[in-house]
RNA sequence: GGCCCCAUCGUCUAGUUAGGUCUAGGACAUCGGAUUUUCAUUCCGGUAACAGGGGUUCAAAUCCCCUUGGGGUCACCA
């Protein structure tokens, strides 16, 4: 039997990373077992629906990789993959659980229903429906029916019987039907509820595994009921843990965004998005964009590897040891059965780390790639197809080497890309270091003086200038080169100073020099 | 509150199915040290956990029970 499994997301207009792991676990079980991974999308909650809602969540997949082989775009025999658009199939099950009387139609009003829910409660009873429209006769059916009243249909919970299920990554789980009320199947206006179409689409569409977070968990038994009323073979299940916020328990919500700011294990990674979308316009502290979000990684820059790489390892392990994977790895070493049980909270940490190891491992001419376009959008570079800017920003990432963890990076190394007078000095250092030293304006002009006449000016040679220069001076090279990278890069430290000066150039690092010292002197006699 | 789920270093986890090899392993973070003109990297090393209580057993992180704690979910949402 081919396994197929299904990712069946609402459109919300972005992607959870918390549910980009869950279907990152069902693609992989899927491509595991050489069987297929279908995209269905759950939009029968119209009113919630949103055209352009979808496209956030397929860019999420593809950048990632995920291919499916059946839904929206691709097709399929199963088609169409939109629940609004298979109506007629929830129609025809509603008939037969109808005409089987596995189902009946429930006069009832919601106030009523309600006002019975919570009467159970104060009484601390446990409620179940009243089923009080079961004991109508035929011909008082009829006569509501004709007087057009309104009913939802609700499934006849079997409450002599059990369900148990057998969970691949929760073992045997197992409710009491004699608990649980009549699920509503349909609502007054005949359309579908999401339990009820879920699981005429699942046996539609031969899903053999459904692979999902947990909090679907307690859906499982009236889905279970639902299946057998059907008659259909019901699929296994495998409920994966939410994942969680950072050092907590509690699912990942887009709600809880400001809450996160201040959580001091999302801090590094706040304090790298905030730097590198502010950079390419986009508003860092706006909802539209969060670390919860899928695309808040594409747009900083993070590769699919490391993002890949820590969602895998949320809740899965292969052994005592192995740390990366790449998709292709995951793809044969993942089973269902190493898929830990408890909530796993996103670790920010972790995932710059694995982002750092792959991003390591990237070919230079992708890192090339990769980097171009964050220039471009931060107008820092005029024309990424032109090939002297290429050599330019390709020897900046050689330069930069693993200060590069993910693309927006690149700006730290923006000194390359800026013109003189929009270059922005680090003051505090700037002031530390070359407007209070008395000697230090004396001695950056004489060393300007040097690196005017110096012979060549090749990293290795500005090396031995710079120590020679301060021998001669008897000054110490601490007193000397931080002083000189502050002028020409305007920051307290980065990398190599020399290859940086070799790159920019000598007439760009005398104007630097020479606009500094201005700065300097002007600010010291002020 | 009902139902259901979960419980090993700060975090992600190995070990639990078949109890001894676990004075509990790895990774991230953190702290020290080495390398480096700075920063980053790299390399060495350290701190750090079986929620508690009862059983069962020669032996329990592993099995059973209870307690506690955490979480999910309780719609004519998905």
Same mark, same amino acid.
């Given at each position: 039997m081919t396994v197929r499994t299904r990712f069946a997301p609402s459109p919300t207009g972005y992607m959870h990373i918390g549910g980009m792991r869950t279907a990152l676990f069902c693609w992989l079980w899927a491509r595991h077992n050489r069987g297929q991974f279908i995209l269905r999308i759950d939009d029968t909650d119209q009113q919630r629906n949103?055209?352009?809602?979808?496209g956030p969540i397929l860019d999420a997949f593809r950048w990632l990789g995920l $291919?499916?082989?059946?839904?929206?775009?691709? !097709?399929?025999?199963?088609?169409?993959?939109f629940q609004s658009q298979r109506r007629h199939l929830y129609d025809a099950a509603l008939k037969q659980l109808l005409d089987s009387s596995r189902a009946y139609r429930d006069f009832e009003s919601p106030e009523e229903t309600q006002a019975q829910r919570e009467a159970a409660e104060k009484e601390k009873t446990v409620y179940i429906s009243?089923?009080?429209?079961?004991?109508?006769s035929e011909a008082e059916v009829q006569k509501l029916l004709a007087e057009g009243k309104p009913f939802v249909v609700r499934l006849l919970v079997p409450r002599a019987d059990k369900v148990v299920i057998n969970d691949h990554v929760r073992g045997q789980v197992e409710w009491d039907c004699?608990?649980?009320? $009549?699920?509503?199947?349909?609502?007054?206006? !005949?359309s579908p509820l999401y339990n009820f179409a879920t699981v005429v689409d699942d046996a539609a569409l031969d899903i053999t595994h459904v692979i999902?977070?947990?909090?679907h968990l307690p859906n499982t038994p009236i889905q279970v009921l639902l299946h057998r009323a059907l008659g259909n073979k019901t699929p296994e299940w495998a409920h994966i843990p939410y994942v969680a916020s950072p050092g907590s328990k509690e699912k990942m919500s887009k709600r809880k965004i400001s809450k996160y700011r201040t959580n001091p294990q999302f801090q590094k990674l706040f304090e790298l998005g905030d730097q590198v979308l502010s950079r390419m316009g986009?508003?860092?502290?706006?909802?539209?964009?969060?670390?919860?979000?899928?695309a808040y990684y594409k747009e900083m820059g993070f590769l699919p590897a490391g993002v890949l790489n820590a969602l895998v390892r949320l809740g899965w392990s292969?052994?005592?040891?192995?740390e990366f994977f790449t998709l292709d790895e995951m793809k044969r070493k993942?089973?269902?059965?190493?898929?830990?049980k408890s909530a796993a909270g996103l670790d920010p940490d972790k995932l710059l780390n694995f982002q750092a190891h792959w991003m390591s491992q990237l070919p230079a001419d992708e890192k090339l790639t990769g980097c171009l376009p964050f220039l471009k959008k931060a107008g820092?570079?005029?024309?990424?197809?032109d090939a002297a800017t290429q050599t330019l920003v390709a020897s900046v990432i050689e330069l930069a080497a693993d200060r590069?963890?993910?693309?927006?990076?690149?700006?730290?190394?923006?000194e390359f890309f800026v013109a003189d007078e929009d270059l922005k000095i680090d003051d505090k250092n700037f002031q530390k270091?070359?407007?209070?030293?008395?000697?230090a304006v004396d001695l950056l002009r004489d060393l300007r003086t040097q690196l005017a006449n110096a012979v060549s000016f090749d990293a290795a040679s500005l090396h031995d200038l710079l120590q020679a220069f301060a021998a001669e001076k008897q000054v110490k090279v601490g007193d000397v080169f931080p002083a000189l990278r502050l002028c020409v890069t305007g920051k307290a430290q980065g990398a190599d100073l020399f290859r940086s000066l070799e790159l920019l150039g000598r007439e760009c690092v005398i104007r630097r020099l020479d606009r500094s010292i201005g700065l300097a002197e002007s600010q010291r006699a002020s």
């Open positions: 949103i055209d352009a809602a979808l $291919d499916w082989d059946e839904g929206p775009e691709v !097709g399929g025999p199963h088609a169409p993959y009243s089923r009080a429209s079961l004991s109508l004699s608990l649980m009320p $009549d699920p509503v199947v349909a609502r007054s206006d !005949g999902r977070a947990e909090e986009i508003d860092p502290t706006s909802d539209a964009l969060s670390p919860v979000m899928v292969l052994d005592d040891q192995a993942f089973s269902l059965e190493r898929v830990i820092l570079i005029e024309d990424e197809n590069i963890r993910v693309f927006g990076d690149i700006f730290q190394l923006d270091r070359v407007v209070k030293p008395e000697a």
